[in-house]
């Protein structure tokens, strides 16, 4: 009886790769090891982008149409399962976003806006971060969303998982 309900409160199969076992946690060891969001190391001041320097290449040429932004982990992280189920998993995602937002020193945005797949994750986040009143027309909004993938405008990104943008407007 313990032995069935403990089976059904713990699966015995890694929620993201699906094929090994794993005993108490919803990850295998091998994708427990794939968690780790990305650190701002080689990475780009604005976009994020893997590069030596401040600066991307990219973002020394041209004008970005936001003013930082950063993702919590690439496309093959193992922590992209959380996307499954967005109901049950939108309190971890929003404290992911949140830890990332603090190490990279985000400035505290005015508003926070979201994809619509993300609209409980944006809930959950306001409740970790103040948020700048200001009588003054907004200035700084943040945007979260599941990725960011836009070709158009930025070719070099592909798809990364958890994402946190900045627009600012003076
Ligand atoms: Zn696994
Ligand atoms: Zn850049």
Redesign the pocket.
């Known amino acids: 009886m313990i032995s069935s309900l403990r089976s059904f409160l713990y699966p015995s199969i890694?929620?993201?790769?699906?094929?090994?076992e794993?005993r108490e946690l919803l990850?295998?060891p091998?994708?427990?090891e794939e968690f780790s969001l990305l650190n701002k190391t080689f990475r780009c001041k604005r976009c994020f982008r893997q590069e030596e320097g401040l600066y991307c290449s990219y973002c020394e040429e041209h004008p970005t149409f936001f003013s930082k932004r950063a993702f919590c982990f690439d496309a093959a992280s193992?922590a992209l399962f959380l996307l499954r189920d967005l109901n049950r998993f939108s309190k971890t995602i929003a404290s992911l976003l949140f830890i990332q937002y603090s190490r990279l020193e985000f400035p505290p945005p005015q508003a926070i806006l979201g994809s619509p797949g993300f609209s409980e994750v944006v809930i959950e986040f306001r409740k970790l971060i103040t948020i700048e009143k200001e009588e003054t027309a907004l200035q700084k909004v943040l945007y979260l969303s599941e990725t960011a993938s836009l070709p158009a405008v930025d070719p070099f990104i592909g798809k990364n998982a958890f994402h946190l943008a900045l627009f600012e407007s003076y």
């Open positions: 890694c929620q993201s790769c699906r094929q090994k794993t990850l295998c091998t994708c427990l193992a």
